[in-house]
């Protein structure tokens, strides 16, 4: 009793408090991760999902979209269509991922080549321009020699983006007149491109070749 009558009221509340407190939440039944478990017939406390589950993101019907091949072979053709924002979002992802190698023109004289990494194909050369749309698809998913796979880094639609725009660039080597459409002009100067691409305001302006070359460095 004089241990009671020596605490104040705020203290003995505290202790009344702490005396009715329960470990129930600290203390609760569970099984820990890779565990042994009595409780299930194969020992595992560790479920495995149910049958058919398929992680978030990873529902991948159109396999031709995510493999860029038709059975073993790749195949010879965009899985969806082809159109301005789609390129300008290739050539964005190109200079990103592809340009330090490649180069922004593909001729395999990037940055990191001149400065004696191992030089990449030129995309100019027959047999890549022969190649089909789903070889290079393939080869940014899976890797091929020296360069890393990218299927980790470049989502799926942005690789074929970027296949795509490979195939403009391949293009634009080895266009004839004959290739402009009727009654469009043929600019006499090297187009250089403005703005940040896929952000609005990307398309190419005609400049004096002597200033073009100064806006390059």
């Known amino acids: 009793m004089r241990v009671l009558e020596t605490l104040s009221p705020l203290g003995l509340i505290g202790v009344l408090l702490l005396a009715g407190c329960r470990q129930d939440m600290h203390d609760q039944p569970r099984f820990k991760p890779l565990a042994?478990?009595?409780?299930?017939?194969?020992?595992?406390?560790?479920?495995?999902?149910?049958?058919?589950?398929?992680?978030?993101?990873?529902?991948?019907?159109?396999?031709?979209?995510?493999?860029?091949?038709?059975?073993?072979?790749?195949?010879?053709?965009?899985?969806?269509?082809?159109?301005?924002?789609v390129l300008l979002r290739g050539r964005e992802r190109f200079d990103i991922y592809c340009s330090p190698c490649h180069s922004r023109l593909g001729d395999g004289r990037g940055m990191i080549v001149q400065r004696g990494f191992r030089a990449p194909p030129s995309y100019h050369t027959e047999r890549l321009r022969n190649a089909p749309l789903g070889y290079f698809f393939d080869v940014m998913t899976q890797g091929f020699g020296a360069m890393p796979e990218y299927a980790s880094q470049i989502p799926a639609r942005d690789r074929w983006a970027i296949v795509a725009y490979i195939r403009a660039l391949q293009l634009s080597q080895h266009a004839i007149s004959s290739d402009v459409p009727s009654g469009q002009a043929i600019p006499s100067q090297p187009p250089v491109f403005r703005g940040v691409p896929g952000s609005g305001a990307t398309l190419p302006e005609t400049l004096p070749l002597d200033r073009a070359k100064e806006e390059a460095r």
């Not at 031709?64 to 159109?83: A, E, Q, R």
């Open 36 to 85: 042994k478990s009595d409780f299930y017939t194969d020992w595992r406390s560790a479920r495995p999902p149910v049958e058919g589950t398929v992680a978030r993101g990873q529902l991948h019907e159109d396999s031709y979209l995510y493999t860029g091949k038709i059975g073993n072979n790749p195949g010879d053709y965009m899985p969806f269509p082809v159109t301005e924002a």
